[in-house]
């Protein structure tokens, strides 16, 4: 008998929600069969069986939220009693990320339903029949109808006062909401409770695991992590030149083209290397610094921003970079990375220029020391050496930073070498 318990799918996972049960109570299940959907802080996952058995309980129900480590299920042979077998527990196994499902709205309870049903109203602008007295109702009185306005009934309902022993002042004796606050008021001293703003005001959005967790690293990284910005703006007329050429031929050989990010994140990770204090990471015992090179980039989804990683950057081509990049973030999009291909990035790039942000300040994601913010590439009137005014092509990137790990220098150090390779992109093909 193996009792599965709720699994840590990510490094900020706490807890998680079952979306949907595929199997129910009693199901034959083998190895490798989907059991359950589980969403994340990053992402709906679904849950696969780790063994064959039979589905012997359910102990979370769709919709209801599951700390990590908690129980969630138990499989064991058709035979077993759940009485008389021995149980392990033995973590959920995650097999794909799928698309994120609304987890179903929880059911009215029996009270609420019988509170309903003496509340409603029969028809526009009249309120239900006399609801129970707690004193004898004088006879004839019964299935005598009070006339409300639909506010004054839902004040009434929001302040717990009988509409039936209200006097209305309205038209005709209609009861209207002064009346329901003049009882409410009489009924018990003190203030009158304020009803809820109109619906048509706002509207509350439930955050997603994935929002929160951003909320949470992002107030993290402000008040944890002592940012500082160096701006730099690019002459990119040689790499458009460089692209464009380069395109062609794929284009000849039936390839896909190249973007001015791919050039970006091949010169983020030459960057790295030459200046290897940026690919680090700060601790109470000292700065840790990575052999390796794993670049995340940014990716908007609608529901908050992953990070696909580029892992073993330092290994790759502008070629393979690129291809890599494309497929990552086409698979991000459609829900279906893996854990370990969104997690343990080292340094970060966020491009905004396709949305068409001339500069900006990124928000460093810990643990990193760095990431760097791309804008997009601008025509701009700029004097060339031979003093005369031009047509220009340039980029502002600005390199944020965690001054605990990087000083100032080490960052102008970056931005040098940065340009470099951006002003002169032979250089990331050599």
């Given at each position: 008998?193996a009792?599965i ?10 807890e998680g ?5 595929h199997k ?6 083998a190895?490798g069969?989907v059991l ?10 679904e849950?696969?069986a780790f063994?064959?058995?039979?589905l012997?309980?359910?102990?979370v ?5 599951v700390?990590?480590g ?5 499989i064991g042979d ?5 009485s ?6 033995v ?9 994120p499902q ?7 309870k ?6 309903a049903?003496?509340t409603?109203?029969v028809?526009e602008g009249?309120?239900?029949?006399v609801?129970k007295?707690t004193?004898p109702v ?5 299935g ?15 302040m717990?006062v009988d509409?039936a ?10 009861i209207?909401q002064?009346?329901?606050?003049t009882?409410a008021?009489?009924?018990?001293a003190g203030?009158?409770p304020?009803p809820a ?6 509207e509350l959005?439930p ?8 909320a949470?690293r992002?107030?993290?990284s ?6 500082f910005?160096l701006?730099?703006e ?5 790499l458009l030149e460089?692209?464009a050429?380069a395109?062609?031929s794929?284009?000849a050989?039936?390839?896909?083209k190249?973007?001015?990010?791919d ?6 990770v030459?960057c790295?290397?030459r ?5 680090s ?6 700065i ?6 794993h ?19 330092e ?9 890599e990049?494309r497929?990552?973030t086409e698979r ?13 990035g080292t340094?970060?790039?966020?491009n ?8 900006f ?6 643990p990193?020391s ?6 997009s ?5 700029v004097?060339n050496?031979n003093d005369?005014i031009v047509?220009?092509?340039r980029l502002?990137?600005?390199?944020c ?7 100032g220098?080490v ?5 040098q070498?940065?340009r ?6 032979t250089l990331?093909?050599l």
């Amino acid at each position: 008998m193996a009792e599965i318990t709720m699994p840590k799918l990510s490094d900020t996972m706490t807890e998680g929600v079952v979306v949907r049960w595929h199997k129910k109570k009693g199901d034959v299940v083998a190895t490798g069969d989907v059991l359950a959907e589980i969403e994340t802080d990053k992402a709906t996952m679904e849950m696969e069986a780790f063994d064959d058995g039979v589905l012997k309980e359910i102990y979370v129900q769709e919709g209801q939220k599951v700390s990590v480590g908690e129980r969630i299920a138990l499989i064991g042979d058709d035979q077993e009693t759940i009485s008389s077998a021995p149980v392990q527990k033995v973590d959920a196994l995650p097999k794909r990320i799928v698309h994120p499902q609304k987890a179903p709205a929880r059911g009215p309870k029996p009270a609420e339903i019988q509170h309903a049903h003496q509340t409603a109203s029969v028809e526009e602008g009249y309120s239900q029949a006399v609801p129970k007295r707690t004193e004898p109702v004088p006879e004839g009185a019964k299935g005598v109808r009070v006339k409300a306005s639909p506010l004054a009934r839902k004040t009434a309902t929001q302040m717990s006062v009988d509409l039936a022993r209200i006097e209305g002042s309205g038209p005709g004796g209609r009861i209207i909401q002064e009346d329901v606050f003049t009882a409410a008021r009489s009924k018990a001293a003190g203030p009158v409770p304020v009803p809820a703003a109109p619906e048509t005001e706002s509207e509350l959005i439930p955050l997603s695991p994935m929002r929160r967790v951003i909320a949470q690293r992002m107030v993290e990284s402000k008040t944890q992590i002592p940012h500082f910005y160096l701006t730099v703006e690019l002459d990119v007329a040689n790499l458009l030149e460089l692209r464009a050429q380069a395109n062609q031929s794929l284009a000849a050989a039936g390839g896909s083209k190249l973007s001015i990010n791919d050039f970006v994140l091949k010169a983020s990770v030459e960057c790295l290397q030459r200046v290897p204090q940026l690919n680090s990471s700060f601790t109470e015992d000292g700065i840790l610094r990575f052999t390796h090179i794993h670049l995340g980039f940014a990716v908007s989804l609608e529901e908050g921003l992953i990070t696909p990683v580029l892992r073993n950057a330092e290994r790759k081509t502008l070629r393979q970079l690129s291809v890599e990049a494309r497929e990552m973030t086409e698979r991000a999009r459609a829900k279906k990375l893996k854990p370990n291909e969104y997690q343990g990035g080292t340094f970060t790039v966020s491009n905004l220029g396709a949305s068409g942000i001339d500069s900006f300040q990124a928000i460093i994601s810990p643990p990193q020391s760095g990431i760097l913010a791309v804008g997009s590439v601008v025509k701009k009137p700029v004097v060339n050496a031979n003093d005369h005014i031009v047509v220009g092509q340039r980029l502002n990137v600005t390199l944020c930073c965690d001054h605990r790990a990087v000083d100032g220098a080490v960052g102008a150090k970056f931005l040098q070498e940065f340009r470099t390779l951006i002003e002169n992109p032979t250089l990331m093909l050599l």
